[in-house]
């Protein structure tokens, strides 16, 4: 096996963070390559301090390194540093588990979580000495791959990458290697092309070359498959029973300090209560919960195992889990797992109790980070997230009566129809929970976290122009004014320029591919970085490649408008995200739908596929921030109030 550890151990000692390359780590594993072995380069585009905690490329590794025709590795972006060396030494991308050449495997595969990662993809494509076009590519190079919820519009990396997953990966990847070892041991027939489009016959398998845009007078007009037998829409894939994937069963244990470093369990998939903001909570629908007795025994094993004392149990809204306060009590009985302290990462206020808080305390507390989003009642009714004021004071003083004297709150700025009373009720919202927590603790704090506003395909807000800069700038101005003699409280916030260039990639079509390769080319990579973006090269960029920012990220899209993921399905009925649209601008909610009459939004019905809770028995006292009248027999949107319902919408 070719390793290129001799070439890079003498670069180590003139870069930081030389762990970042050694590999090692407990949980590692070495696969043999070889004829008729389907080989995998997992890549995430960023550090491995960041890239290595991330569960979907471990549960992929070892997905595939179980399997007898397939071998995976592991490769990271290199800093900066390292980079350098490795430009002027001649050395290229590597895998961090045997430091294998990434040009010697069949698919390199991205992980994009992140739309301002597209740079370091192109970056880690260029290292591995791999044509950057994925047009000007040869039969004998590497696949370039790609999964993540970024790749529910990939038509910004369409030029560069030669397929995309859609949606859950466990089973797309088994598909995917049968198709490549049929290819690889039948000598190649057709070659790249042959390969190309039979995976594009792939079930959740998008390829970019098999699809043409049409344009009407400079408008995307519709993306159109160039044969037959490639389908004209590609359905997302969705993991039916999660109980049946009990993975990462070895999780990685890093050598260095990473972010999340922590044993971490997913205990849930998908969301159901239907933030109109979250892609996440409408891409990953239905609901699949993974029983709790699974998740005690990847609690208890893998602590066993990693030697952590600290567990994460992680989704998209933990505290919903079925029977969350059970798992969290085992979790920390002394008498099970001993002395090891809960993260429930994910904590949505109107189900976090005294009991959840209760339980948490018992061990090491970790931080508590909640959620609310936006700073008035009605904002919140705007975008869904129906907890009150009520919600939210009961869950913090919930957590400070149990001792915590610190927590997170983390809101949007720049949502549709946002006022600047809906902007200052953020620090209303913050100064009134440290006033609740002064009759608990001493010296309690709150720490609020401000970041714009960005819409995502998917969503119900796919339609929105996001906020300018400008105006982004100015709200925050407006928080910082009215927080500054506000004891006790601190406030962060995101670079409204980097929402800017965010959402230039977020809805952009493959016009936008010469952008990102414009801003690379200059060396725009690490765009996820604070001290390495740089607006000026994204204005720059769009500039020289005549896109107009003002009409690709601040104007409204109307329903007629071709949308360019209209092509890709996640489940979601486009009227279902536009009436959920138009109720959003009229202000009104809709209730979690796990307890509620179906609102055929297309997440079950289209796949077969129910809510999977392992309890089916609804959160005590109901539903909280109920948002439906049920009472006719039908799911009928209700406007609320935080003294309850005043009657149906229209």
């Known amino acids: 096996m070719t390793s290129l550890w001799h070439l890079l151990e003498p670069l180590l000692p003139q870069v930081s963070k030389p762990a970042r390359y050694i590999g090692g780590e407990h949980g590692m594993q070495t696969p043999e390559h070889g004829p008729g072995i389907v080989s995998w380069l997992l890549t995430y585009p960023d550090t491995y301090e960041i890239g290595l905690p991330n569960q979907g490329l471990q549960i992929l590794y070892e997905i595939l390194n179980e399997r007898p025709d397939a071998a995976a590795e592991r490769a990271y972006a290199p800093w900066v540093d390292l980079e350098a060396q490795m430009r002027a030494e001649g050395l290229p991308l590597f895998s961090l588990d045997t430091h294998r050449p990434a040009a010697l495997f069949d698919v390199i ?65 088994g ?50 498959p160039l044969h037959p037998d490639v389908p004209a829409v590609v359905e997302k894939r969705t993991v039916a029973d999660l109980a049946a994937w009990p993975y990462p069963k070895s999780q990685l244990v890093p050598l260095t300090e990473v972010v999340h470093d922590r044993l971490n369990v997913e205990v849930f998939r998908g969301c159901t209560r239907g933030c109109r903001f979250c892609q996440a909570g409408m891409i990953t629908r239905p609901v699949r919960e993974r029983p709790a007795e699974q998740v005690r025994t990847m609690v208890s094993e893998g602590l066993r195992r990693t030697g952590y004392d600290e567990v994460a149990l992680t989704s998209l809204s933990t ?39 209760a339980q948490i305390q018992r061990a090491r507390r970790t931080g508590l980070t909640f959620a609310p989003e936006a700073g008035t009642w009605r904002m919140r009714q705007v975008i869904n997230k129906l907890i009150t004021a009520d919600d939210l004071y009961s869950a913090v003083e919930s957590a400070y009566s149990q001792g915590w ?5 983390y809101f949007l700025t720049g949502l549709p129809t946002e006022t600047d009373d809906d902007t200052l009720g953020i620090a209303e919202l913050a100064r009134n929970c440290v006033a609740l927590g002064r009759s608990h603790v001493r010296s309690p704090s709150v720490t609020v976290s401000v970041g714009g506003f960005v819409p995502k395909p998917f969503t119900p807000f796919q ?3 996001q906020n300018t800069t400008a105006e982004l700038r100015r709200k925050i101005g407006l928080l910082r004014g009215d927080l500054r003699r506000s004891r006790g409280v601190q406030l ?36 996820e970085w604070s001290e390495h973006f740089d607006e000026r090269r994204w204005r720059t960029a769009a500039d020289a490649c005549d896109i107009d920012i003002d009409a690709s990220v601040y104007r409204h899209r109307t329903i007629e408008e071709v949308l360019p993921w209209d092509h890709l399905s ?33 997440a079950c019905t289209g796949y077969g596929i129910e809510h999977v809770v392992a309890s089916a028995v609804p959160p005590a006292g109901g539903s909280q921030g109920t948002g439906m009248d ?19 919408a229209p």
Request: hydrophobic share 40%; charged share 25%.
């Open 175 to 224: 598909d995917i290697t049968d198709v490549l070892h049929d290819w690889k041991t039948s000598g190649r027939p057709g070659g790249r092309r042959g390969i190309l489009r039979a995976l594009a016959r792939v079930p959740g398998v998008y390829v970019p070359s098999q699809y043409r845009p049409v344009y009407d007078r400079g408008n995307l007009a519709a993306v159109e």
């Open 463 to 465: 339609w929105f122009g």
């Open 319 to 357: 505290a919903d889990f079925s029977g969350i306060e059970q798992v969290v009590a085992s979790t920390v009985d002394e008498s099970g797992c001993g002395q090891v302290s809960v993260s429930l990462p994910s904590l949505r206020v109107d189900a976090f109790t005294v009991g959840i808080a």
């Open 109 to 173: 595969a991205f992980n994009l979580s992140a739309e301002l990662t597209y740079t370091n993809v192109l970056n880690c494509i260029d290292l591995a000495g791999v044509p950057v076009h994925s047009e000007s590519r040869h039969d004998a190079d590497p696949l370039i791959g790609a999964g993540g919820h970024c790749t529910y519009n990939p038509e910004p990396l369409a030029d560069f990458v030669d397929f995309v997953v859609l949606g859950d990966g466990e089973e797309a990847v």
């Open 405 to 409: 004297r610190r927590m997170k709150l």
């Open 492 to 527: 962060k916030w995101h670079d409204p320029a980097a929402s800017m260039a965010e959402g230039l990639a977020s809805r952009g079509d493959r016009r936008l591919g010469p952008v990102i390769e414009h801003v690379w080319r200059h060396g725009g990579t690490f765009q």
């Open 570 to 602: 996640a489940g979601l009925h486009k009227d279902f995200l536009w009436q959920d649209w138009r109720d959003a601008l009229d202000e009104v909610g809709l209730e979690d739908c796990r307890w509620t009459p179906c609102y055929d939004c297309g």
């Open 630 to 648: 049920t009472s006719r027999g039908g799911a009928v949107p209700v406007r609320l109030t935080e003294r309850g319902l005043v009657g149906a």
